[in-house]
């Protein structure tokens, strides 16, 4: 009787309740960058990786898995 006066108790409940909201917000911090924030964010140093930047305008955002797949050196990860 008590939690529900006093709002404990609710791990038990999804604590996403709008998706949609909680999907656009994940979006806007983990959706497109450029591809040097993507070297930085897997802590790659940019003076040594070697990254297919053919087709992309200066400072393009691209994906997470498209800098994945243009990643030249993948030992750095070793």
Not at 23 to 44: F, H, M, N, P, S
Not at 49 to 65: C, G, K
Request: proline share 1%; hydrophobic share 25%.
């Amino acid at each position: 009787m008590k939690h529900e006066l006093t709002g404990a108790g609710k791990g038990d409940k999804p604590r996403i309740s709008n998706y949609d909201k909680y999907t656009k917000a994940w979006e806007k911090i983990y959706g497109k960058k450029g591809w040097r924030y993507w070297v930085v964010w897997d802590g790659l140093d940019l003076e040594e990786v070697m990254f297919d930047d053919s087709n992309l305008t200066n400072d393009e955002q691209i994906s997470y898995s498209e800098y994945k797949k243009r990643l030249k050196c993948q030992q750095q990860y070793e």
